[in-house]
Antibody, heavy 122, light 107 residues
Framework: EVQLVESGGGLVQPGGSVSLSCAAF????????MSWVRQAPGKGLEWVAN????????YYVDSVKGRFTISRDSAKNSLFLQMNSLRAEDTAIYYC???????????????WGRGTLVTVSS | DIQMTQSPSSLSASVGDRVTITCRAS??????LNWYQQKPGKAPNVLIY???SLQSGVPSRFSGSGSGTDFTLTISSLQPEDFATYYC?????????FGQGTKVEIK
């Protein structure tokens, strides 16, 4: 079955760190750009980061630059998000997702995981 | 950053109604606009990409239109399974941004 399964979320103190993982099943992981998108409780969606198929290009929303690092391991069919210096406003469900490019130009988020909740609180 | 503004933020409609949701970008984004549907407790699913292209498997009652700064998602005949929150998203430039969402509720 084609799916993405996130793990690693939980309760973390402000200023702390957490590492999220996303395991990919049923498709050729190494052929896809990947993304993290988050959603604060009861709020809308926020794009967090993208990574190219081979990991050679990475993009971040300004609010996480210098604190979060997206990475991938194609041998393990896995995507990661290392989150440091966490703040209360980072509290959210974090979704792992595949990206599709159409016509060489336009992008959309295709396959989503179920998400993992990160709560930043003392 | 490009701001995406959806309207309305919520609406009440009946089964069979025609529903229209609009999304406005703070600058031109050509046709780099996607629409997603999210049901409570679930991850979003793409409905429309590139402003007008229907994702495979999505019912034909969903359609998208627009280009530049103004876009529309239309549900031609609302079905019970369509009650959900809908988001637009621009992929024209980094950072990608979403609209605030439109919650479609049962009247």
């Amino acid at each position: 079955e084609v799916q993405l399964v996130e793990s690693g979320g939980g309760l973390v103190q402000p200023g702390g760190s957490v590492s999220l993982s996303c395991a990919a099943f049923g498709f050729t992981f190494s052929s896809y750009w990947m993304s993290w998108v988050r959603q604060a409780p009861g709020k809308g969606l926020e794009w967090v980061a993208n990574i190219k198929e081979d990991g050679s290009a990475k993009y971040y929303v300004d609010s996480v630059k210098g604190r979060f690092t997206i990475s991938r391991d194609s041998a393990k069919n896995s995507l990661f998000l290392q989150m440091n210096s966490l703040r209360a406003e980072d509290t959210a469900i974090y979704y792992c997702a595949t990206l599709i490019m159409v016509g060489g130009v336009t992008w959309y988020v295709d396959l989503w995981g179920r998400g993992t909740l990160v709560t930043v609180s003392s | 950053d490009i701001q995406m503004t959806q309207s309305p933020s919520s609406l009440s409609a009946s089964v069979g109604d025609r529903v229209t949701i609009t999304c406005r970008a703070s600058q031109s984004i050509s046709s780099y606009l996607n629409w997603y549907q999210q049901k409570p407790g679930k991850a979003p699913n793409v409905l429309i990409y590139g402003a007008t292209s229907l994702q495979s498997g999505v019912p034909s009652r969903f359609s998208g239109s627009g280009s530049g700064t103004d876009f529309t998602l239309t549900i031609s005949s609302l079905q019970p399974e369509d009650f959900a929150t809908y988001y637009c998203q621009q992929s024209y430039s980094i950072p990608w941004t979403f609209g605030q969402g439109t919650k479609v509720e049962i009247k």
